[in-house]
């Protein structure tokens, strides 16, 4: 069967074409813009003004332990931050750099499963194989021992839309993980906002039929675009794909909202302004900022609509 060419036929059809809209998720840091540690008021802050600008009941975090260095408890903080508000969470881990046993152990000692349905799963690195900051066999070990310590919950783990698609992820593919989620960025491909949706939609087929032709069935493994955004008023630009919160807006509204109405879950990178935060540095080698893409100002004041 050429799973492949259904996949791409069916992101091509009528959204009604799909019997369910897609869920809407957001990442979601966990330090203020001071640097310190969000705690569990600081998150419910965050959730309630989700919740008021949009159908989002779902995020995701990145660290465990550590973000820009701090020693967070991000787990003791933000399910029952969650479960107080009505949120589920994705909770994330950095095992990058020996990490994996200093993630490991705040998820441990939260007792997370006692969350119930509040813990959405749970994600091992994020664009660790993209960056070869670990290999195939540290991260397939990694997702048995999380699996075999919380038999419960949903594991997987996240990484660049075009490994999914590649090649380079089928032995994580067929490890015996339960989500697969393929971050993609027509932004990071320089591409011009009139085509950026266009990019999203083709790597998003392109990573979805992979996984399913690998793992050989349609819906073994729940497939989520695991981040998508574009940067608003004070980004950086990269090549033809220009910063502001006009072109951010309008990517929210046909990228975002078109993908969801064809049922794929998604992950909106990210929900809050983080002016605390480093820049990162793209493929051509120069800096670029990380701080505006959200879809909030980092005082939680939304920058659009952003109901679809």
């Known amino acids: 069967m050429q799973l492949r060419s259904l996949v791409t036929a069916a992101l091509a059809a009528a959204p009604v074409a799909v019997s369910a809209a897609g869920q809407l998720g957001f990442a979601v840091g966990n330090t203020n813009t001071d640097g310190s540690c969000k705690k569990q008021s600081d998150f419910e802050a965050d959730f309630k003004a989700i919740k008021s600008n949009t159908h989002s009941t779902l995020i995701r975090t990145y660290s465990s332990s550590d973000q820009f260095g701090n020693p967070c408890n991000t787990p003791s903080e933000v399910l029952p931050a969650a479960k107080s508000q009505g949120v589920q ?11 994996y046993d200093k993630e490991k152990k705040p998820i441990q000692d939260a007792d997370v499963e006692q969350y119930g349905d509040t813990l959405f799963g749970i994600t091992v690195g994020s664009e660790g194989m993209y960056r070869g900051t670990y290999d195939a066999k540290s991260l397939i070990a990694w997702l048995g021992d999380m699996k075999s310590t919380f038999p419960n919950t949903k ?55 992979h996984v399913q032709e690998v793992s050989g069935s349609l819906d073994s493994i729940h497939f989520m675009n695991g981040e998508t955004g574009w940067p608003g008023d004070g980004g950086s630009d990269a090549g033809a794909a220009k910063a502001g919160t006009q072109n951010e807006a309008t990517y929210w509204k046909s990228a975002v909202c078109g993908l969801l109405d064809w049922g794929v879950d998604l992950f909106w990178f990210e929900a809050f302004d983080e002016p605390n935060k480093a820049d990162a540095i793209g493929d051509n080698g120069q800096k670029a900022s990380e701080k505006y893409w959200g879809s909030f100002d980092s005082s939680r004041k939304p920058k659009f609509d952003m109901k679809c």
């Open 89 to 99: 969470v994705l909770l994330g881990m950095w095992p990058d750099g020996g990490a």
């Open 155 to 209: 594991i997987g783990t996240a990484d660049s839309w075009n490994c999914w698609n590649n090649g380079s992820m089928d032995s994580i593919i067929t490890s015996g993980i339960d989500l697969v989620l393929a971050n993609g960025f027509a932004y990071w491909q320089y591409q011009d906002i009139g085509n950026a949706t266009k990019t999203y939609f083709d790597d998003m087929a392109q990573a979805l039929a």
